[in-house]
Protein backbone atom coordinates (compact mmCIF):
# COMPACT_ATOMS: atom_id res chain seq x y z
CA UNK A 1 0.00 0.00 0.00
CA UNK A 2 1.06 3.22 -0.90
CA UNK A 3 1.93 6.15 2.35
CA UNK A 4 2.09 9.42 2.42
CA UNK A 5 5.94 9.17 2.76
CA UNK A 6 5.80 7.79 -0.66
CA UNK A 7 4.96 10.46 -2.33
CA UNK A 8 5.75 13.85 -0.74
CA UNK A 9 8.86 15.09 -2.28
CA UNK A 10 11.95 15.20 -0.30
CA UNK A 11 14.58 17.54 -1.08
CA UNK A 12 18.18 16.75 -2.73
CA UNK A 13 21.36 17.93 -3.65
CA UNK A 14 21.24 20.16 -6.71
CA UNK A 15 23.26 17.30 -8.49
CA UNK A 16 20.83 14.63 -8.18
CA UNK A 17 18.14 16.27 -9.82
CA UNK A 18 19.01 15.53 -13.26
CA UNK A 19 18.77 11.95 -12.04
CA UNK A 20 15.37 12.65 -11.53
CA UNK A 21 14.14 13.53 -14.72
CA UNK A 22 14.51 9.78 -16.06
CA UNK A 23 12.30 8.72 -12.32
CA UNK A 24 9.23 9.71 -13.46
CA UNK A 25 6.99 6.03 -13.83
CA UNK A 26 5.54 6.73 -17.16
CA UNK A 27 8.56 7.89 -18.32
CA UNK A 28 10.31 5.38 -17.32
CA UNK A 29 8.28 2.58 -18.61
CA UNK A 30 8.32 4.35 -22.10
CA UNK A 31 11.95 4.73 -22.28
CA UNK A 32 12.28 0.95 -21.14
CA UNK A 33 9.72 -0.61 -23.02
CA UNK A 34 12.03 0.80 -26.09
CA UNK A 35 15.06 -0.49 -25.02
CA UNK A 36 13.99 -3.70 -23.65
CA UNK A 37 14.09 -5.85 -26.92
CA UNK A 38 16.87 -4.46 -27.74
CA UNK A 39 18.79 -6.14 -24.63
CA UNK A 40 16.14 -9.20 -24.50
CA UNK A 41 16.81 -10.62 -28.30
CA UNK A 42 20.28 -10.12 -28.71
CA UNK A 43 21.05 -11.18 -24.86
CA UNK A 44 19.13 -14.46 -26.26
CA UNK A 45 21.30 -14.73 -29.74
CA UNK A 46 24.25 -14.27 -28.41
CA UNK A 47 24.29 -17.26 -25.32
CA UNK A 48 22.63 -19.39 -28.07
CA UNK A 49 25.70 -18.50 -30.31
CA UNK A 50 28.48 -18.39 -27.39
CA UNK A 51 27.21 -21.53 -25.33
CA UNK A 52 27.43 -23.26 -28.96
CA UNK A 53 30.54 -21.74 -30.17
CA UNK A 54 32.78 -22.88 -26.69
CA UNK A 55 30.34 -26.33 -25.85
CA UNK A 56 30.84 -27.90 -29.21
CA UNK A 57 33.36 -26.03 -31.52
CA UNK A 58 36.29 -24.16 -29.48
CA UNK A 59 38.66 -26.89 -28.48
CA UNK A 60 39.53 -28.32 -25.58
CA UNK A 61 42.34 -27.55 -23.37
CA UNK A 62 45.69 -29.44 -23.77
CA UNK A 63 45.76 -29.23 -19.32
CA UNK A 64 42.19 -29.40 -18.54
CA UNK A 65 40.47 -31.09 -21.57
CA UNK A 66 37.19 -30.63 -21.58
CA UNK A 67 36.74 -29.50 -18.67
CA UNK A 68 37.74 -26.12 -19.67
CA UNK A 69 34.55 -25.85 -21.45
CA UNK A 70 33.00 -24.96 -17.99
CA UNK A 71 34.52 -21.75 -18.47
CA UNK A 72 31.71 -20.65 -21.10
CA UNK A 73 29.17 -20.22 -18.31
CA UNK A 74 31.44 -19.79 -14.88
CA UNK A 75 33.21 -16.87 -16.24
CA UNK A 76 29.94 -14.91 -17.21
CA UNK A 77 28.52 -15.99 -14.08
CA UNK A 78 31.64 -15.19 -11.85
CA UNK A 79 31.49 -11.68 -13.76
CA UNK A 80 27.75 -10.78 -13.17
CA UNK A 81 27.95 -11.88 -9.46
CA UNK A 82 30.61 -8.97 -8.70
CA UNK A 83 28.97 -6.45 -11.70
CA UNK A 84 25.05 -7.06 -9.84
CA UNK A 85 26.49 -6.40 -6.68
CA UNK A 86 28.14 -3.08 -7.72
CA UNK A 87 24.74 -2.50 -9.59
CA UNK A 88 23.21 -2.93 -6.25
CA UNK A 89 25.58 -0.83 -4.21
CA UNK A 90 25.07 2.22 -6.54
CA UNK A 91 21.56 2.08 -6.64
CA UNK A 92 22.04 2.10 -2.53
CA UNK A 93 24.17 5.40 -2.91
CA UNK A 94 21.56 6.94 -4.88
CA UNK A 95 18.70 5.82 -3.04
CA UNK A 96 20.33 6.99 0.43
CA UNK A 97 22.13 10.26 -0.86
CA UNK A 98 19.81 11.73 -3.63
CA UNK A 99 16.62 9.18 -2.79
CA UNK A 100 16.23 8.46 -6.10
CA UNK A 101 12.60 7.13 -6.66
CA UNK A 102 13.57 3.99 -8.31
CA UNK A 103 16.67 3.14 -7.00
CA UNK A 104 14.94 1.06 -4.04
CA UNK A 105 13.01 -0.47 -6.52
CA UNK A 106 15.85 -1.40 -8.82
CA UNK A 107 17.75 -2.60 -5.72
CA UNK A 108 15.10 -4.91 -4.93
CA UNK A 109 15.11 -6.38 -8.30
CA UNK A 110 18.71 -6.58 -8.65
CA UNK A 111 19.47 -8.93 -5.56
CA UNK A 112 17.63 -11.86 -6.78
CA UNK A 113 18.59 -12.08 -10.11
CA UNK A 114 22.49 -11.26 -8.39
CA UNK A 115 21.97 -14.34 -6.36
CA UNK A 116 21.01 -16.70 -8.84
CA UNK A 117 23.88 -15.86 -10.78
CA UNK A 118 26.35 -15.59 -7.63
CA UNK A 119 24.92 -19.76 -6.92
CA UNK A 120 25.47 -20.46 -11.03
CA UNK A 121 29.00 -19.29 -10.76
CA UNK A 122 29.51 -20.97 -7.55
CA UNK A 123 27.87 -24.50 -8.80
CA UNK A 124 29.65 -24.38 -11.88
CA UNK A 125 33.01 -23.98 -10.08
CA UNK A 126 32.49 -26.89 -7.87
CA UNK A 127 31.87 -28.79 -11.42
CA UNK A 128 35.02 -27.90 -12.25
CA UNK A 129 36.60 -28.31 -8.98
CA UNK A 130 35.94 -32.16 -8.95
CA UNK A 131 37.83 -33.30 -11.43
CA UNK A 132 40.80 -30.30 -11.08
CA UNK A 133 41.36 -30.70 -7.54
CA UNK A 134 39.20 -33.56 -6.41
CA UNK A 135 37.16 -31.83 -4.48
CA UNK A 136 33.78 -30.56 -4.67
CA UNK A 137 34.67 -27.39 -2.54
CA UNK A 138 37.92 -26.37 -0.88
CA UNK A 139 38.16 -23.34 1.21
CA UNK A 140 39.57 -21.13 -1.18
CA UNK A 141 40.14 -17.50 -0.66
CA UNK A 142 37.96 -16.68 -4.25
CA UNK A 143 35.89 -19.33 -3.66
CA UNK A 144 35.23 -18.20 0.25
CA UNK A 145 34.81 -14.64 -0.64
CA UNK A 146 32.59 -15.85 -3.99
CA UNK A 147 30.20 -17.65 -1.20
CA UNK A 148 30.21 -14.51 1.40
CA UNK A 149 28.73 -12.57 -1.67
CA UNK A 150 26.02 -14.84 -2.37
CA UNK A 151 25.32 -14.80 1.53
CA UNK A 152 25.77 -10.53 0.99
CA UNK A 153 22.78 -10.87 -1.89
CA UNK A 154 20.05 -12.94 0.66
CA UNK A 155 21.33 -11.03 3.14
CA UNK A 156 19.75 -8.01 1.21
CA UNK A 157 16.54 -9.57 -0.37
CA UNK A 158 15.67 -10.80 3.69
CA UNK A 159 16.62 -7.35 4.84
CA UNK A 160 14.43 -5.18 2.23
CA UNK A 161 11.73 -7.53 3.13
CA UNK A 162 11.96 -7.90 7.09
CA UNK A 163 10.08 -4.89 7.73
CA UNK A 164 6.16 -3.77 7.77
CA UNK A 165 7.87 -0.01 6.64
CA UNK A 166 8.86 -0.62 3.34
CA UNK A 167 11.09 2.69 3.85
CA UNK A 168 12.95 1.38 6.68
CA UNK A 169 13.60 -1.93 4.76
CA UNK A 170 14.61 -0.27 1.94
CA UNK A 171 17.23 2.13 4.06
CA UNK A 172 18.36 -0.88 5.65
CA UNK A 173 19.08 -2.65 2.68
CA UNK A 174 20.86 0.20 0.83
CA UNK A 175 23.09 0.30 4.09
CA UNK A 176 24.13 -3.23 4.16
CA UNK A 177 24.91 -3.27 -0.09
CA UNK A 178 26.92 -0.63 0.33
CA UNK A 179 29.16 -2.27 3.01
CA UNK A 180 29.30 -4.96 1.58
CA UNK A 181 31.29 -3.58 -1.19
CA UNK A 182 34.48 -4.60 0.70
CA UNK A 183 33.99 -7.81 -0.51
CA UNK A 184 34.52 -7.29 -4.31
CA UNK A 185 37.99 -6.07 -4.26
CA UNK A 186 38.59 -9.52 -2.39
CA UNK A 187 36.82 -11.56 -4.85
CA UNK A 188 38.88 -9.64 -7.66
CA UNK A 189 42.44 -9.52 -5.88
CA UNK A 190 42.31 -12.70 -3.27
CA UNK A 191 44.58 -15.09 -6.14
CA UNK A 192 47.43 -12.05 -6.17
CA UNK A 193 46.84 -11.27 -2.00
CA UNK A 194 47.43 -15.52 -1.44
CA UNK A 195 48.34 -18.22 -2.22
CA UNK A 196 45.24 -19.99 -4.08
CA UNK A 197 43.98 -22.90 -5.37
CA UNK A 198 42.00 -21.07 -7.92
CA UNK A 199 44.15 -20.17 -11.05
CA UNK A 200 44.66 -16.36 -12.31
CA UNK A 201 42.12 -13.90 -14.02
CA UNK A 202 41.27 -15.19 -17.36
CA UNK A 203 41.11 -11.78 -18.83
CA UNK A 204 43.09 -8.68 -17.51
CA UNK A 205 42.45 -4.59 -18.31
CA UNK A 206 46.16 -4.60 -17.73
CA UNK A 207 48.09 -7.71 -20.03
CA UNK A 208 46.95 -9.72 -22.82
CA UNK A 209 44.29 -12.67 -22.28
CA UNK A 210 45.61 -16.40 -20.78
CA UNK A 211 44.32 -18.48 -23.68
CA UNK A 212 43.88 -18.71 -27.14
CA UNK A 213 41.62 -16.73 -29.61
CA UNK A 214 39.91 -20.02 -30.29
CA UNK A 215 38.57 -20.02 -27.05
CA UNK A 216 38.60 -15.97 -26.38
CA UNK A 217 36.10 -15.13 -29.02
CA UNK A 218 33.30 -17.38 -27.73
CA UNK A 219 34.28 -16.51 -24.36
CA UNK A 220 33.70 -12.81 -24.70
CA UNK A 221 30.47 -13.69 -26.60
CA UNK A 222 28.98 -15.52 -23.75
CA UNK A 223 29.96 -12.43 -21.19
CA UNK A 224 28.28 -10.28 -23.74
CA UNK A 225 25.26 -12.62 -23.91
CA UNK A 226 24.98 -13.19 -20.16
CA UNK A 227 25.28 -9.33 -19.44
CA UNK A 228 23.00 -8.32 -21.90
CA UNK A 229 20.66 -11.24 -20.62
CA UNK A 230 20.87 -9.54 -16.97
CA UNK A 231 20.33 -6.25 -17.91
CA UNK A 232 16.86 -7.10 -19.51
CA UNK A 233 15.72 -9.51 -16.71
CA UNK A 234 16.57 -6.56 -14.14
CA UNK A 235 14.82 -4.21 -16.75
CA UNK A 236 11.66 -6.23 -17.22
CA UNK A 237 11.28 -7.09 -13.07
CA UNK A 238 11.66 -3.45 -12.73
CA UNK A 239 9.02 -2.53 -15.30
CA UNK A 240 7.06 -5.09 -13.86
CA UNK A 241 7.04 -3.22 -9.83
CA UNK A 242 6.79 -0.13 -11.47
CA UNK A 243 3.61 -1.08 -12.90
CA UNK A 244 2.56 -2.92 -9.89
CA UNK A 245 3.07 0.20 -7.54
CA UNK A 246 1.33 2.21 -9.93
CA UNK A 247 -1.91 -0.23 -9.68
CA UNK A 248 -2.11 -0.48 -6.36
CA UNK A 249 -1.92 3.70 -6.09
CA UNK A 250 -5.06 3.75 -8.53
CA UNK A 251 -7.14 0.89 -6.52
CA UNK A 252 -5.76 2.96 -3.41
CA UNK A 253 -7.16 6.63 -4.88
CA UNK A 254 -10.15 4.50 -5.89
CA UNK A 255 -10.61 3.26 -2.35
CA UNK A 256 -10.41 6.52 -0.28
CA UNK A 257 -13.19 7.75 -2.69
CA UNK A 258 -15.98 5.37 -2.38
Not at 64 to 76: K, T, W
Not at 84 to 98: D, Q
Amino acid sequence: MLRAVDTIPIPMPAGGRSLHRFANPGRFLRISGRVLPFLAIPALVLTVVGLAWGLLVAPPDYQQGDAVRIIYIHVPSAWLASGGYLSLAICAALSLVWRHPLADLAAVEIGPVGAAFTALCLATGSLWGKPMWGAWWVWDARLTSVLVLFFLYLGHIALVRAFDDPVRGYRAGAILALAGVVNLPVIKFSVDWWNTLHQPATLSLTGAPSMHVSMLWPLLVCIAGFSLGFAAIVTARLRAAVMERRIRGLLLAQAQTV
